[in-house]
């Protein structure tokens, strides 16, 4: 009597998961052991078109709830699930495979691991990332003032001068080497000095206006290589003679908000060209600092050129609000020159 107890008891179980063991032998899957972080997970496995509905239930590693994707079938027996890229991240991924209610590969209890690698280009957006505070966008405005000083010729004075207004918007991809977009809008108006025909009849020498109200512009910020920078501008001026174009290319090494060095050159037709050396460092906490060294044709491509020497120096209010003032000396010659002075707001969020 005990004997055919037991063998029914076998036969009942073998008839309760002969469906799940049936269907685990139909189904095939090779593991992923590897995976790289940031990039989408292709998941096949081969099953009879027969079969259940295939099921792939993951989690990042160090969770506890999985995500559920349903195996599309291509083909007669090919099974694929692609796990979305914001899930393939360091250190790993865990999932099983389900096919109905049944694992037909691992399972919840003991899901199968791969690891994922971080590659260089995800571990430098993970440190930009935090730099900046998670932060993409930021706005910024800033105001200038640059006087060369005044000439006196007779009784006549005749001023050099102009100023300047920056604003714009900047978003980071972090997509390298393209590191951020840019664009913006720029106004500078001054005075020159101008001789002859420029001024009215009966006077050599006056001061006529230079500059112009209105200049967009596109930009883009590469960073090909970590820790260096490039970036290149093109501009459309409306000056005082009509439209105009122009631009402005800079090269950085080093971190821009903290401590590095850069040179670049800007040119704007009827208005000038500049050239800059500048470098910053970021040794006080919340205040970064910058020293900048310019020669310079603004407001106007006829003047002669100038040297201006300004230092600039921020302050950190908030983690997405940050001051800057700026204060220099500017000249065209040794024995005449004059005040620059600005400020600066940046907001990132």
């Excluded at 990039?39 to 506890?64: N, W």
């Excluded at 790993?92 to 096919?99: F, P, Q, R």
Aim: aromatic share 8%.
């Amino acid at each position: 009597m005990r004997k055919h107890m037991q063998h029914a008891l076998t036969i009942a179980l073998v008839l309760a998961f002969a469906p799940a063991l049936a269907r685990a032998e139909r189904v095939r899957h090779v593991p992923t052991a590897d995976a790289e972080a940031g990039s989408a997970l292709e998941l096949v496995a081969a099953a009879p078109s027969t079969i259940p509905k295939l099921v792939v239930h993951y989690r990042t590693l160090g969770t506890s709830a999985f995500a559920s994707q349903e195996l599309v079938r291509q083909g007669e027996a090919r099974w694929v699930a692609v796990v979305p890229p914001a899930a393939v991240v360091a250190p790993g991924l865990e999932y099983y495979l389900a096919a109905g209610e049944a694992a037909v590969f691992a399972s919840a209890e003991s899901p199968h691991r791969t690891r994922v690698a971080v590659t260089d280009d995800e571990s430098r957006r993970r440190r930009d990332e935090v730099r900046a505070g998670g932060r993409r966008s930021r706005i910024h405005t800033s105001f200038e003032w640059v006087d060369y000083g005044t000439n006196v010729v007779g009784d006549r004075r005749l001023d050099d001068s102009y100023y300047r207004i920056d604003a714009d918007f900047s978003y980071r991809l972090w997509a390298y080497p393209l590191d951020e977009l840019r664009v913006g809008y720029t106004r500078l108006i001054g005075l020159k000095e101008a001789l002859g025909d420029d001024c009215a009849p009966g006077t050599s020498v006056c001061n006529t206006d230079a500059g112009f109200k209105v200049a967009g512009w596109f930009e883009l910020g590469l960073a090909p290589i970590d820790g260096i920078g490039l970036d290149a501008r093109a501009m459309v001026l409306a000056t005082q003679t009509g439209f105009s174009v122009g631009g402005r290319a800079e090269l950085r090494v080093g971190v821009r908000d903290a401590t590095h060095v850069a040179t670049g050159v800007e040119h704007m037709a009827d208005v000038g060209t500049s050239g800059f050396f500048r470098f910053g460092w970021g040794t006080v906490p919340r205040v970064p600092m910058s020293a900048t060294v310019e020669i310079t044709q603004l407001p106007a491509s006829s003047a002669r050129a100038g040297v201006r020497l300004y230092y600039d120096i921020g302050l950190q209010l908030q983690e997405a609000l940050r001051l800057g003032v700026r204060a220099g000396y500017a000249a065209r010659d040794q024995d005449r020159g004059g005040f620059t002075g600005g400020a600066s707001a940046i907001v990132d969020f």
